[in-house]
């Protein structure tokens, strides 16, 4: 049996089942907490950190990822208070680099929560590489659609997401399941470029075979 | 094959067994053979001993008992900088910077008399102070070298020689005479904290991997070591592995784990090679494996090679890369001492942490807890590196000062130079200015002052360290490092970076002091994992301690330590320019002009910035000007002849 837990979100008493995360917990009860690497159809990855809240333990106050952090009976969470706001606009403004020039036609997941947290330009330094590498890709593919087309190389600031040469011209153009869950063009722009990738193959497969 | 121990007695009478077979009399000639010193040519020299040696007659004979001379392979002795290192026993004779044809003496005369060689013996590079034994040295004087001093009385491969001095003594003692609980109550009252970095109580660990449900529990050994410049788990390893493997036998059986790994970076041959030998060597006496001293505990180990990336060391990475997986943090909001390998608790440790443990069991928690201070028992092996005189691996008690750590072990800043700065904790460690240099090395001490004891690096800095930059080196490699998942410590890392080289280059703005501190706040706070939430350390004491030197940076263009380029002009002084014509020589784009008896002039369009006329110049004629706006260039001037005058 899975027992009961109560905690208080917001200042409400909430009710939930030992297991859930206090994003889980949360989104039951209608209370929004803003995610991008969450999908429920995936494991939590706790990557882009917009989900973080303040939580108070033991007297003690600490962020914390949502979508990883498991709901504790007595937890008392803030999921919009002016830190965690703090927190997401710097997110914000740190993700807003990695996208193309804004245009005015097409505007993702990304530039909606800007706007919502009052984000309407970032200070830092454009980097437009069009991927945030929240991973729904990489992680769909291997959790849902069990295929390990496309993956992970390299670390720190030079992670991308790679097609993986061997599998990809068998699955992804007929498949293309992961597109829909891009928060950003990068999917869809790398149709093409997926038999490019391809060509490039050697180094790429010799990387992954590193890794593994 | 050797005889399997199955007693506490059986053991005490193999130790006599192999005391007995030694003459005492014996000399030995111990040479580090470790990864330092075999990069300074320690085998050629251990090479011509053998060959010294044998062509004497003191060694060759098998027998009952064992050679007169014994050259022992060890592991590091800890003054890597002057290897190859001799010590020759009787007498703690040392000699450093050994070379083959020094052998013939130091047989002939040490050995063989007992004599010094006296041009090869070590002085003071300060002092001049002369040493005949290694004690004396004030490198060593002042170091309490528990863990490390068998180093030097031990062939790592041979695992009688750590029987022969109390090795699994404290195995035996735990088996025999103590229930788990007793040796976990021990290891919390002797206060041992973690030696990784985080200072995490022992005990306390153990405990909660030894209560949480589920089985089988494990135990894992860190050798990751990622940090630049450290080396002290690999000196353990290479060493003294037993020491090691002890420690991990006795947690698992405080903790209730069978099964045991030790994660050694890839970057380690020898450490991986001397701990597999120790493994199979331990199992072979019945001290490791089934039935363990025929005590019915049972423990085995495996060893894990890591491709060494710095973040592996992290403890949920470690486990992912253990279980086959990408090491990469996961969040952990459940311990991995309570979830860890393949989600069975797990008590993961350092290197250093286990070595601890048999030493502790053997002479008390109250002994432990005797040395260092009351939050950080024991002593605490360091890589001091930097602009000191005296650099290598030391082992001090906790509770020394910093001033004493530079100043007395490390003989001071280099070339009579000011001190700036010590930077304590790896890459993500903070910069410790003057005003602290009395403070007590200590976990919590040092992270009071925003640094931290980390695993154990100590890089000393002087005058001529400029802090943005290094700051920047540290920033870079932790950027590179990182595992590049969530987004705080990849793009603030990437932002950070990004700012630093502007300050460096002298293209930075008055905002770049809040971009700074807002992106530190957010590393801080809301990074996935260890790395990224201390990774904006260096820039947060930088900013705090040597503030003064961004705004020298931001406002004025200038760089005070004169080491960012983009910000430094070399400037030839006119009135002490001898025309000797050593810099444009020196010049690799040909940018310096000046004719016999005429005041060279550097062309500050062409001058690419590299310093070699600087280096070059014997009358200090070359100055570094920053911010970089020399006079105007003035040619044909006559030389002032300054030497004439005198
Ligand atoms: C980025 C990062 C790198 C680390 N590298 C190491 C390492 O090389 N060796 C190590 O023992 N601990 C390392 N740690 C600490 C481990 O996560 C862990 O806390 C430690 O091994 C626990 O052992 P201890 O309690 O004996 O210190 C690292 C932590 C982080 C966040
Ligand atoms: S390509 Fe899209 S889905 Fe894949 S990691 Fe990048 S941003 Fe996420
Ligand atoms: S803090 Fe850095 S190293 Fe840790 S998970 Fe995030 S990106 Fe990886
Ligand atoms: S949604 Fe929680 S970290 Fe991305």
């Known amino acids: 049996m899975v027992r009961g837990i109560s905690l208080k979100i917001d200042g409400k008493e909430i009710k939930a089942r030992e297991g859930m995360t206090i994003l889980q917990a949360a989104k039951a009860k209608g209370i929004e907490i803003p995610t991008l690497c969450y999908d429920e159809q995936l494991k939590p990855y706790g990557a882009c950190r917009l989900c973080t809240v303040e939580i108070v333990k033991g007297g003690r106050r600490r962020l914390v990822a949502s979508c990883v952090y498991p709901a504790g009976e007595g937890l008392e969470v803030e999921t919009n208070n002016k830190k965690v706001r703090k927190i997401r606009r710097l997110i914000l403004e740190l993700l807003l680099p990695l996208l193309p020039p804004p245009s005015d036609t097409v505007t993702g997941p990304i530039e909606t929560l800007a706007e919502k947290y009052g984000v309407k330009k970032s200070r830092f330094k454009a980097e437009p590489t069009n991927c945030i590498l929240c991973g729904h890709c990489v992680r769909y593919c291997i959790e849902v659609k069990k295929a390990n087309a496309i993956c992970f190389i390299g670390r720190g600031t030079e992670r991308q997401i790679a097609f993986v040469p061997e599998l990809a011209p068998n699955h992804c153009l007929a498949c293309r399941e992961c597109f829909s869950l891009c928060p950003t063009s990068k999917m869809v722009d790398s149709v093409e470029g997926i038999w490019g990738v391809c060509s490039l193959s050697i180094p790429i497969s010799e990387k992954i075979k590193g890794k593994h | ?646």
């Open chain 2, 1 to 646: 094959m050797v005889k399997k121990i199955r007693s506490l007695a059986e053991l005490e009478k193999l130790r006599s067994e192999i005391i007995a077979r030694r003459d005492p009399k014996r000399k030995i000639i111990t040479v580090c053979a470790s990864t330092g010193c075999s990069a300074l040519g320690a085998r050629k020299v251990i090479e011509s001993l053998k060959e010294e040696v044998k062509k004497r007659g003191l060694c060759g004979q098998v027998g009952i008992k064992e050679d007169e001379v014994e050259i022992k392979e060890t592991g590091c002795l800890g003054f890597c900088e002057l290897g190859p290192r001799v010590i020759v026993y009787p007498g703690e004779v040392p000699y450093f910077r050994v070379k083959p044809e020094d052998v013939s003496k130091i047989v002939s005369e040490t050995v063989v008399k007992g004599k010094i060689v006296e041009h090869l013996r070590y002085a003071d590079p300060v002092t001049g102070e002369k040493a005949w034994k290694l004690g004396d040295i004030p490198f060593y004087k002042h170091q309490l070298r528990l863990l490390l001093k068998n180093n030097a009385l031990i062939n790592p491969k041979k695992i009688e020689d750590y029987i022969a001095l109390g090795g699994y003594k404290a195995l035996g003692k735990v088996l025999f005479q103590m229930a788990p609980e007793q040796v976990m109550r021990e290891i919390k009252k002797s206060n041992l904290r973690g030696r990784g970095g985080g200072g995490f109580p022992t005990g306390r660990k153990w405990e909660t991997t030894r209560n949480a449900p589920g089985e089988p529990k494990y135990v894992i050994v860190n050798c990751d070591e990622g940090d630049p410049g450290a080396f002290m788990d690999r000196s353990l390893m290479e060493g003294n592995p037993h020491s090691v493997l002890e420690g991990l036998i006795i947690g698992s059986y405080a903790i209730g784990a069978n099964e045991g790994f030790v994660y050694v970076r890839e970057e380690y041959p020898l450490a991986v090679e001397n701990i597999t030998t120790a493994i199979k060597q331990a199992e072979d006496y019945g001290l490791l494996g089934g039935n363990i001293m025929d005590s019915g505990f049972n423990f085995g180990i495996k060893v894990h090679r890591g491709a060494g990336a710095f973040v592996s060391g992290e403890s949920s990475a470690l486990m992912a890369a253990i279980e086959g997986k990408v090491g990469e943090p996961r969040p952990k909001y459940i311990h991995t001492a309570v979830k860890g390998l393949w989600e069975r608790p797990s008590c993961l440790n350092n290197v250093e942490t286990w070595a601890n443990v048999p030493l502790i069991i053997l002479n008390g928690a109250d002994w432990f807890r005797d040395i260092g201070t009351k939050n950080s028992s024991g002593t605490k092996i360091f890589s001091l590196v930097g602009k000191v005189n005296n650099t290598g691996l030391v082992e001090v008690p906790m509770g020394i000062t910093l001033r004493d750590l530079i100043f007395k072990i490390g003989g001071g800043i280099r070339d009579g130079k000011k001190f700036k700065a010590v930077q304590t904790g790896g890459p993500s460690g903070g910069f410790i200015p003057e005003k602290y240099l009395d403070l007590l090395i200590d976990f919590d001490e040092l992270t009071k002052v925003g640094s931290m004891m980390g695993s154990g690096g100590v890089i000393v800095m002087d005058e001529d360290t400029c802090i943005v930059d290094v700051t920047r080196y540290y920033i870079d490699f932790l950027s590179k490092e990182s595992c590049g998942k969530c987004v705080p410590c990849r793009e603030g890392l990437r932002q950070i970076l990004s700012i630093l080289n502007r300050i460096c280059s002298g293209l930075s703005e008055e905002e770049d002091f809040k971009n700074l501190e807002d992106l530190s706040e957010l590393l801080k706070e809301a990074s996935l994992c260890a790395l990224g939430t201390t990774a904006a350390n260096p820039v947060v004491t930088s900013l705090t301690h040597f503030r003064g030197e961004y705004e020298a940076h931001i406002r004025e263009k200038r760089c005070p330590a004169k080491a960012c380029r983009a910000l430094v002009a070399h400037y030839i002084q006119p009135e002490k320019c001898q025309a000797c014509m050593a810099c444009s020589r020196s010049c690799p784009v040909d940018a310096i002009t000046g004719d016999k008896d005429t005041v060279h002039v550097i062309d500050q369009e062409k001058c690419i910035k590299c310093g070699a006329c600087y280096e070059e110049c014997q009358f200090n004629a070359i100055e570094k000007i920053s911010p970089p706006t020399p006079p105007p260039p003035r040619y044909g001037i006559k030389v002032t002849r300054k030497k004439k005058r005198e």
